[in-house]
Each structure stands twice: as structure tokens, then as C-alpha cells.
């Protein structure tokens, strides 16, 4: 049996945005403040980005996201560093005639949500949570094992650490959760099974900069190569209309395509996209490195064994068409504290099952329904039936004509609904 050098009640592996959002959201918590709980990351802290040089990958985040990060007082310190709103959203089928578009002002909002870049998120709850000075975190350390100890009814994990300087470490947890990604280390130490499978895609992410305006929209046509989205990016913070001329790309393409994108010089690259997206944002001016992510959907059976649960990525990846993958995992996060403080406050200890087996019932549904959506839009818009192609035409048209309807899809883009 290992004995532990260090012990604490909830060990969080993965400094990510969710792990970070997670560890805060506990120590910010009122029922939860008390319960003592140490963050373990793997990498090194994040680049940052200024001016005109943007991080590649971003994220949008909905108003339910939002939310969860102004409970927490993170999200002055993003929108400070700098944040893009959007107050619509325009897609379209590249096949067709049919265009959706979606705007703030049908639910009487300002914007619809923000795109952010990850390391300015990152670096914002990061910067927050070590002002807390309440969660001991372990930097450039890796899980390499896990025991469990214990009873099924009362267990106890221990994770086997390695630091930067190549010493062991040993932890004791009462309840371990693995925010560590869609490659997740410890899912797969702790026999986590997953059903998954290539897209036989490739993402392409960069930064471009468009000649016309993006206006503050989230800009996506639908190929049946894979969808194309430019999403709206601003070089300062703050809403400015003038700034308006730098989107972050995310192209989604079959994976031989994608080579060739990748293989293109920047020039040409250029004149690419340009043509992909039909000009809606004239000439692409310039690009920045670009980066090509081969596309898996991953999805754990179960999110929970004794004593270890899984959230964000290392329990769900899902496509990238709609942006929702992190806001699944704030979902999870906001789903996970709220089982742990409501043991709190009634007095159950950490190491009850019934804490994990809510959690999972209260994600696991939400979660397979989003995947199952973007599955189905992904096969739909992929698809080179012309019957198949009319229909989705009209039914894109009939959508947008159809002004309550048009309101209930952004409010579940928005977080305001499960869907």
C-alpha cells in the first residue's frame, strides 16, 4: 500500500479553464470554502498575446458562461485584457439558398456572448484563483498513477505525482476530478472506457485579417467539406465598432483537404478562404500560424467511479461547428459544485457515492444531446443528396422566417436553455 506524502479532500488534476473555474468555483462557494483543495498541472503557464498578435484558439463563450465567470469575479479581468462581444450570429449553406441569422436584439440583449482568446481566460482564473491564496497548486507536476483504497462505499485514491525535477510524489484525495482534457491521463490510468471516433476532419485555426468589417458577428458557412467559421476579434478591450477587422478562423475540413490548406503559402492560403467563404468579408489581407487539429469525438460511458469524476473535455469532446464545447464543460463545472455543496451543507462526507451518481444524471443526458446535435448537423450539411440539400434549404428558410422559434435556438445558444 503507497503511502501518501500529501493528503487533501478534492485533488483537481488539469489547470486548464475548466479545472480553474472548477477550483475556484469551490473556494468561492460558500458551503464549499472550507474543503481543502490542491490544483495539479502538467504544463508551463500560458503565452501572452498583445496588439495585433492574437492566440489561435479562442472560445465562445455563452451568456450562462458569462455568468458563471462574473459569480466568480474573473470576468472583469478578461473583458480588461480584451474580449470580443458578438450581437449576432449569420450562417449559411454553401450549397444553397439558406441562411440563418440570429440576433441579439430578439431576446433584448446587447450581445449574444463573447469570443475569448483561451490564454486570456486561462491567465485571468489563474491570476484569480492564486489571489485567493486558498488552493495549494502543483505546476509542471504529472499523475504517472492512481490506487485505490478504500471501500467502494468510503474510498480513498491516491495519485502517484512526478515534478519537474523528477521526484515522486505521493497524494491522498477523498474525491479526485479529472479536468485534464480530451487526452486525458488520468481517464485512462483510471480504466475510463470511451466511445469514439474520427471525423476523418481537420480544424484549421489562425487568424486572419478580413478587408469588410465582421460587424460583430459570428460568421459560419456550412461546405460539405466541413463548415468555415470567421468569428469576430478586437486588438483592444471594449466595445469598438472601428476594430472590427480581425477574426479568429476556424475551418473545417476533410482531413486530405486540409493538407492541402496547410500546405499552401500564406498568399494562397489567402485567396483560398477568400473564395470559401464567397467574399462575405472581401479579400483576407493577412494570416497568421496556423494550426490544423484533427477532429475526434470522444465520450466517456460513465463520468464517475469511486472517488474520481470527469469533467470538460476528458468526459466529452464534441465538434468544433458550434463553439460549445467549453461552455459544456462550465456546465459541468457549475453541476459538479453544486452536488459537493449541497453534501456540505448536509453533512455528507466527500467520499459518498450518491454526490458523483447525482452529478453524472444531471450532465450526462445534457451533454449526449448537444454531441448528438452537432452530429446530426455535421451529416446533414455533409450530405450530397440533392433531395437532402433542397429539404435543408427550405428548412433553414422556413427557420428564419419563424421568429419565436429563431428566439428559442438563441436562447439555448446563449445558455439560457438546455435545449
Known amino acids: 500500500m503507497i503511502e501518501p506524502d500529501l493528503t487533501t479532500q478534492i485533488a483537481i488534476v488539469g489547470g486548464g479553464m475548466v479545472g480553474l473555474t472548477l477550483a475556484l468555483s469551490l473556494v468561492r462557494t460558500e458551503a464549499t470554502q472550507h474543503v481543502s483543495v490542491m490544483l495539479i498541472e502538467a504544463g508551463t503557464p500560458v503565452e501572452e498575446f498583445h496588439g495585433a498578435q492574437f492566440d489561435p484558439r479562442v472560445v465562445a463563450l455563452s451568456e450562462a458562461s458569462i455568468q458563471q465567470l462574473q459569480k466568480l469575479d474573473v470576468w472583469p479581468m478578461v473583458v480588461g485584457k480584451r474580449a470580443c462581444p458578438y450581437s449576432s450570429m449569420s450562417v449559411w449553406d454553401g450549397e444553397g439558398t439558406g441562411n440563418i441569422q440570429f440576433h441579439a436584439r430578439d431576446l433584448h440583449r446587447d450581445t449574444l456572448g463573447y469570443i475569448v482568446e483561451n490564454s486570456v481566460l486561462v491567465r485571468s482564473l489563474a491570476e484569480r484563483l492564486r489571489s485567493s491564496g486558498r488552493v495549494r497548486v502543483l505546476d509542471r507536476t504529472t ?6 483504497q478504500g471501500s467502494v462505499h468510503e474510498p480513498s485514491v491516491v495519485l502517484s505525482l512526478r515534478d519537474s525535477s523528477d521526484s515522486t510524489i505521493t497524494l491522498n484525495a477523498d474525491l479526485v476530478i479529472a ?3 480530451a487526452r486525458s491521463q488520468l481517464r ?4 475510463f472506457a470511451t466511445r469514439e471516433w474520427d471525423y476523418g476532419h481537420a480544424a484549421i485555426v489562425t487568424t486572419v485579417e478580413v478587408a469588410a ?23 483592444m478591450p471594449g466595445f469598438n465598432r472601428a476594430d472590427s477587422h480581425y477574426c479568429s478562423l476556424v475551418w473545417s475540413a476533410k482531413t486530405s483537404l486540409a493538407q492541402e490548406l496547410m500546405a499552401l503559402e500564406d498568399g494562397a492560403f489567402c485567396q483560398a478562404l477568400a473564395r470559401a467563404f464567397e467574399y462575405r468579408l472581401g479579400e483576407i489581407k493577412s494570416v497568421q500560424h496556423r494550426v490544423s487539429i484533427p477532429l475526434r469525438q470522444r465520450h466517456a460511458k460513465t463520468y464517475t467511479k469511486p472517488g474520481i469524476a470527469l469533467v470538460g473535455d476528458a468526459a466529452h469532446t464534441i465538434h468544433p461547428l458550434a463553439g460549445q464545447g467549453v461552455n459544456l464543460g462550465f456546465y459541468d463545472v457549475a453541476a459538479l459544485t453544486a452536488e459537493i455543496a449541497r453534501a456540505c451543507e448536509r453533512q455528507i462526507p466527500l467520499t459518498d457515492g450518491s454526490i458523483l451518481r447525482r452529478y453524472q444524471r444531471a450532465r450526462q443526458t445534457h451533454n449526449l444531446a448537444a454531441m448528438a446535435s452537432m452530429e446530426g448537423f455535421k451529416r446533414l450539411f455533409g450530405a450530397d443528396n440533392l433531395p437532402l440539400r433542397w429539404l435543408r434549404n427550405q428548412g433553414m428558410t422556413f427557420v428564419n422566417n419563424q421568429f419565436l422559434l429563431k428566439k428559442q435556438l438563441a436562447k439555448i445558444a446563449a445558455g439560457q ?3
Do not use: N, Y
Not at 143 to 148: D, Q, R, S
Not at 188 to 191: N, R, Y
Not at 215 to 234: K, M, N, S, V, Y
Open 179 to 181: 479536468a485534464d482534457g
Open 188 to 191: 485512462e490510468l483510471a480504466g
Open 417 to 419: 436553455l438546455s435545449g
Open 213 to 235: 468589417s465582421h460587424e460583430h458577428t459570428c460568421w459560419q458557412r456550412f461546405t460539405q467539406d466541413g463548415p468555415i467559421a470567421l468569428l469576430p476579434l478586437q486588438k
Open 143 to 148: 499523475v504517472v498513477g492512481i490506487e485505490m
